[in-house]
């Protein structure tokens, strides 16, 4: 299991009311708990090679030695973040044009998407400069303050 399915299980239970989730995958455990440290330990069992617990204080779980390609390829691209809670759409409208997209090329001031927030739209800017790689959230689904958005290449 690598850590972007990881980033992306810890997305899915920001966005719901899931406090814990475990899955066993290929020899992999994984337990991951929202709440204080000490309501949940956070595990992380390989059981095909020698046994390693990785406990942690943090609401996410990670190996403690990452190899160095893995942070290469993290400093190689950054998300956008929703600054509130709200609603998020791709376009301002049902018929028109979403503001940006998988390949698109961004800036600081790019509008990339709309956050309604008490029945006000919300534009919201790309804040930096790249393209964009992935859009992390479906059109019409909450958002909280905090979550990933789109994942952008720096340039």
């Known amino acids: 299991m690598d850590t972007k399915k990881i980033t992306e299980i810890v997305d899915l239970m920001k966005a719901s009311d899931l406090i814990e989730f475990e899955i066993e995958e290929e020899g992999l455990k994984l337990r991951i708990c929202r709440g204080k440290a000490k309501d949940c330990t956070h595990d992380l069992i390989h059981t095909q090679l020698a046994p390693a617990i990785v406990s942690s204080s943090t609401n996410v779980p990670f190996p403690m030695h990452a190899s160095s390609s893995a942070q290469e390829t993290v400093k190689d691209y950054e998300y956008i973040k929703s600054p509130m809670v709200g609603t998020f759409y791709r376009s301002p409208s049902p018929d028109s044009k979403v503001y940006a997209s998988e390949g698109t090329q961004v800036n600081k001031d790019s509008v990339v998407c709309i ?38 290449r720096k340039p």
Request: net charge negative.
């Open 115 to 152: 956050i309604e927030a008490m029945k006000v739209m919300n534009e919201i800017q790309a804040e930096t400069n790249g393209s964009i790689l992935e859009v992390l959230v479906e059109d019409g689904s909450s958002v909280e303050y905090g979550q990933n958005l789109f994942k952008v």
